[in-house]
């Protein structure tokens, strides 16, 4: 079934249109892998396509952002012919006209902070659909650098990469803070790492959220991870345990308020 069947554009109503200042609207997708299947001629272009059926959902909802959970290419390093089609649609369907609606704020405790996972470069997001993304296990950064394809998307000011962790003995995770209207939200991210090496980490209590600034107006947090869970199957020291996904649920539960939700 195509992603675009029997999704159309949510209708107006006066409520909508009073809170639309304070709405934060968002589509959510993952794993797009794009590249899969690059040597079968009939089903190579399958993944842009389903991409680009992505954008047009955004496009057709004016949604305020993007955020993408990992895997956004298939292959660490893409060929040019992937790079080059995933590059010409975030130009064709997140450029637009009006500036971008979303306002980026700066933690006031850490005004030069250029700690591993802050990525946003606001200067590339004034006249653009914003698109956030962590990395997958398919589409890691390695080698000299420690770089992957969403650093040259970011870099050329297509994405923002979030999540990054620059260090192999502890990770902290920062922040994306911004807000629409009185509507204010922390993006917390963690790019994919080797499952055996972070459930190290989580055991020796080397992970870390760094909370967002206080505030009068509460935070709706959010948090973005690619890993994979204990299930059957899997060694346990394999995999995140399942009592964190219930503990991040039950934290940006307790941390955001009903009177300010994205919608």
């Known amino acids: 079934?195509?992603?675009?069947?029997?999704?159309?554009?949510?209708?107006?109503?006066?409520?909508?249109?009073?809170?639309?200042?304070?709405?934060?609207?968002?589509?959510?997708?993952?794993?797009?892998?794009?590249?899969?299947?690059?040597?079968?001629?009939?089903?190579?272009?399958?993944?842009?396509?389903?991409?680009e059926e992505i954008l047009q959902i955004a496009k057709d909802h004016k949604v305020d952002m993007i955020l993408l959970g990992g895997d956004l290419f298939h292959f660490n390093k893409p060929s040019r012919y992937f790079r080059y089609g995933c590059m010409k649609l975030l130009r064709e369907y997140c450029k637009k006209d009006e500036p971008v609606k979303i306002e980026y704020?700066?933690?006031?405790?850490?005004?030069?902070?250029?700690?591993?996972?802050?990525?946003?470069?606001?200067n590339h997001l004034r006249h653009?659909?914003?698109?956030?993304?962590?990395?997958?296990?398919?589409?890691n950064p390695a080698g000299v650098g420690n770089l992957c394809e969403l650093d040259v998307l970011s870099e050329a000011g297509l994405i923002n990469h979030?999540?990054?962790?620059?260090?192999?003995?502890?990770?902290?995770m920062i922040p994306v803070l911004m807000k629409k209207g009185r509507t204010k939200v922390a993006l917390y991210g963690l790019g994919s790492i080797t499952d055996k090496a972070l459930h190290g980490l989580f055991e020796?209590?080397?992970?870390?959220?760094?909370?967002?600034?206080?505030?009068?107006t509460p935070w709706f947090t959010m948090f973005m991870i690619h890993q994979n869970r204990s299930v059957l199957m899997r060694p346990l020291t394999e995999a995140i345990n399942s009592w964190f996904t219930m503990l991040m649920t039950l934290v940006c539960c307790l941390q955001n308020s009903v009177e300010f939700k994205l919608q």
């Open 1 to 51: 079934m195509s992603a675009m069947e029997g999704i159309q554009p949510s209708e107006g109503n006066d409520k909508f249109d009073e809170d639309e200042k304070d709405t934060l609207k968002m589509l959510i997708a993952s794993d797009c892998h794009i590249g899969y299947m690059e040597k079968d001629p009939e089903r190579r272009d399958d993944s842009l396509n389903t991409f």
């Open 105 to 122: 704020l700066t933690d006031p405790r850490y005004p030069e902070d250029t700690t591993n996972c802050f990525p946003v470069k606001s």
């Open 128 to 139: 653009q659909t914003p698109v956030f993304s962590i990395h997958g296990n398919h589409d």
């Open 162 to 172: 979030f999540g990054k962790s620059l260090s192999h003995d502890s990770v902290e």
């Open 204 to 216: 020796k209590g080397k992970v870390s959220m760094r909370p967002a600034p206080e505030a009068v």
